[in-house]
Every structure is written in structure tokens, then in C-alpha cells.
């Protein structure tokens, strides 16, 4: 791979000891991929946030890290972290689960990361361009900056995510070259979709279905920012999907090659069965909508539909701190809190430990919530539009 002369002098070490130690980790990948060159990246995300996740191991690397006087070179933000970072006491978070997320959380800060823990960082103030080379994480933002803002991005685990925060820079390879960006399936959707759900329940079976393939979608008329959040989000869980295009909607599905496709169709009986697939059909014995992280528009919503109603479980929104707070100022977070729910902000049903929390069916509206629960929570799920879920949670 092509270095050039300050690149080679990070590799030497002249850059310091940690800088060396996560460029050469971006450069071995490099080798592995095939990348020509490094490329700088306007902002990272960085995924293993969660005590739940990382553990003891990840923790005690973390604290070494920031002991080094380590810096973060371009914007860098947080997955979700393992509770509400604010209102944990509140929520019932275990309190030594509490001591090591909080342990873990000033390890980043230290480095110079946004503490903005969340899986829509494009709502939160970390919004990529057209064609911007980025270093993200989580699976569900990263399928969105690639497909629906047509930012480029691979998939980064932690360690490679924290090396491109660090030396600003990630190898060429994968999703930031053109070519690799084309579709290799053609997806004929023939059924209205309506709820958020409803592209969920499409996401988790066109990912089961064509797993790490690039799917091209033709047959959806519509679809706003929040329904095609939820559609990625359950391609990338069910499968490893992190790019798709769909005609007339996607900034880049004008632009690739869509010749000799193998075509899939789906329509109102695949995803019928879909629903039916992930659908324990238990009684909730609490609701979580926020999967990936609820926007405003979701948060008014859910708001609207449980005004000045008794809650008979709880309802949790997750979202990020910045949604949270333009929620309270518009007053939705009294509202569902007097409804007896709560705006949980970041983290999410997935990295929190509900399962110690006393919770054992979850009703979710989300893919990528429902492909993941029963294995991370051991959750039983209920797999609903919003309707009926505010519906069973009154
Ligand atoms: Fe986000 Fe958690 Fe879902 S990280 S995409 S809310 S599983």
C-alpha cells in the first residue's frame, strides 16, 4: 500500500507509541483488503460502548488508552452506551453495572470523543455529505450513511473505528470505491408499505434472504428518513447488509449499473408471514420503540397517540440526549411520562440489560430490535406496528 511520508513516520513511531500501534492496525487491514492507499475520513463512530458489551477487558484497554494522553484527530461520536447516562438511578439501572459504564464513558472523553451515544448520529449533529469518506460502526448507521445519504463507509468493528478516530484516516477498500458499490440483486417489492414496521418487517427478510449482498429495490413508492432507518437497520441484523438502493429514492440508485439482476419479489403474504416469524404472541410486558435510536417526528408520534391516557406497562422511547431534550421542550416528555412511559436516552433495549431489570416480553416495532432480543435479552418478542403496541400498553 501507498504511504506517504507522514504516514511512514506514524509507522516508525515517531508519532508516539499508540498512534503507531492503531495505524498499523488500519494498515495490516489495508494489506488484507487490498487498499492502495489510506484516505482521511471526516468523522468516526465508534462502536463497544456498552459495559454490557465490552466488559471488564474493554474497559481496562479504554482507561489505558486515554492514560496515554490519547486525542482524537476528526468529529467522533459514541454508540449507545449499557443505560439513560443521566437518569439511570430513575430507571432502575443496576448500580454496579452503573460505576462501570460511567468508568467507561470518561475513558472516551478523555480521548476528545462527543459523548452523543447513539446509532443515529446524523440526527444528533454528525451528519456526513454526499460522497464524504467516514469510519462508522453501527451496523444500522452505517447502512443509512452509505445508502440514504451516500456517505461511504465499511463497516468498522471498535478497535478499527477508534484507530481511524485517532490517525484521521482508514485504508481504501470495500464501500469507498465505486465499484464495490453496486447492487448484485434486484428486490420487486409488490405491497404498499405503511408503518415503520412494515419496512422492518422487509429489512429482516431481504437481509435473511440475500445476506451480505447490495440490494437494489424497486416497487417503493415512498418512504421517509425514519422508515428507511428501520429498513436498513433489520437488512443489516438478519443479514450483513450495508448498502442498498432504491429506485427514485436513494442519491446513488440513479448512478450504478443495474443490468442482468437476479430479481426477488416480495409482496403482502412474505411479509405477513414476516410479522408472524418474529411474533411470540405473548403479552408485552413492556413496550421499546427507538430501534435505530427514535427521531422527533417518531417521539411526537408515539406522543400524540398516548396523550392522556394510563399506561397499564411501561413504554419506553430511546433515543438519543439531543432528541431528548428538543422532546422536552416541547413538553412530549411530560406528556408520556405522566402516561407512566419515559424518554430513555443513550442507549437502547439491546445494550441495556433489561433481562436483569425484571422485563421478559418486549413488544418492539423495530427488525433489527426483534432479531436481536431473544439472543443479546432474553427476550421473548412481540413484533407489532405502533398501533397495536400502544394499543396492548393501555
Ligand atoms: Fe440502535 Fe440499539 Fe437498535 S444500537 S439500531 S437502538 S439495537
Avoid at 264 to 271: D, R, T
Wanted: proline share 4%; with cysteine; net charge neutral.
Amino acid at each position: 500500500m501507498y504511504l506517504t511520508k507522514e504516514e511512514e513516520k506514524i509507522l516508525d513511531g515517531e508519532m508516539g507509541e499508540v498512534q503507531e500501534r492503531m495505524f498499523r492496525l488500519l494498515v495490516r487491514l489495508g494489506d488484507i483488503y487490498g487498499a492502495d492507499k489510506m484516505i482521511p475520513v471526516g468523522s468516526v463512530q465508534v462502536a463497544g460502548v456498552s459495559y454490557k458489551s465490552i466488559g471488564d477487558p474493554g474497559t481496562e484497554f479504554l482507561e489505558d488508552m486515554s492514560s496515554k494522553n490519547t486525542k482524537v484527530k476528526v468529529l467522533t461520536y459514541l454508540n449507545p452506551a449499557g443505560m439513560d447516562l443521566e437518569n439511570w438511578r430513575k430507571l432502575g439501572f443496576p448500580k454496579n453495572f452503573a460505576k462501570n459504564q460511567l468508568r467507561i464513558i470518561n475513558a472516551f472523553k478523555k480521548m476528545g470523543i462527543v459523548i452523543t451515544s447513539t446509532c443515529t448520529p446524523y440526527l444528533a449533529g454528525n451528519l456526513p455529505r454526499f460522497r464524504e469518506h467516514i469510519a462508522w460502526s453501527e451496523s444500522s448507521a452505517v447502512s443509512f450513511s452509505n445508502s440514504v445519504i451516500g456517505a461511504r463507509t465499511n463497516r468498522e468493528g471498535g478497535p478499527s473505528a477508534l484507530a481511524a478516530a485517532i490517525c484521521g484516516r482508514t485504508a481504501n477498500y470495500g464501500l469507498h470505491l465505486w465499484e464495490n458499490r453496486q447492487p448484485n440483486v434486484r428486490i420487486k417489492v409488490n405491497t404498499d408499505l405503511v408503518y415503520n414496521s412494515d419496512f422492518g418487517a422487509l429489512g429482516f427478510l431481504v437481509g435473511k434472504t440475500v445476506k451480505n449482498k447490495i440490494p437494489y429495490f424497486t416497487g417503493i413508492n415512498n418512504g421517509d428518513t425514519d422508515q428507511l432507518k428501520s429498513l436498513g437497520a433489520a437488512m443489516a441484523a438478519s443479514g450483513a447488509v450495508a448498502l442498498y438502493h432504491i429506485e427514485g429514492l436513494t442519491p446513488e440508485a440513479d448512478l450504478i449499473n443495474k443490468k442482468d439482476l437476479e430479481t426477488i419479489e416480495i409482496g403482502k403474504k412474505e411479509l405477513n408471514d414476516t410479522y408472524e416469524n418474529l411474533n411470540s404472541n405473548e403479552k408485552p410486558d413492556i413496550v421499546i420503540f427507538g430501534c435505530p435510536h427514535a427521531s422527533l417526528r417518531e417521539i411526537s408520534s408515539i406522543c400524540e397517540k398516548i396523550k392522556g391516557k394510563k399506561l397499564k406497562i411501561p413504554i419506553w422511547i430511546c433515543t438519543s440526549r439531543l432528541m431528548k431534550e428538543a422532546a422536552d421542550r416541547m413538553e412530549y416528555t411530560d406528556v408520556i411520562e405522566k402516561a407512566g412511559g419515559h424518554i430513555v436516552s443513550d442507549t437502547c433495549m439491546v445494550v441495556s440489560p433489561i433481562e436483569n431489570m425484571g422485563y421478559n416480553v418486549t413488544g418492539v416495532n423495530s427488525g433489527k430490535a426483534a432479531n436481536y432480543l431473544p439472543g443479546f435479552c432474553k427476550q421473548k418478542v412481540v413484533f407489532a406496528n405502533i398501533d397495536k403496541l400502544v394499543e396492548e400498553a393501555i
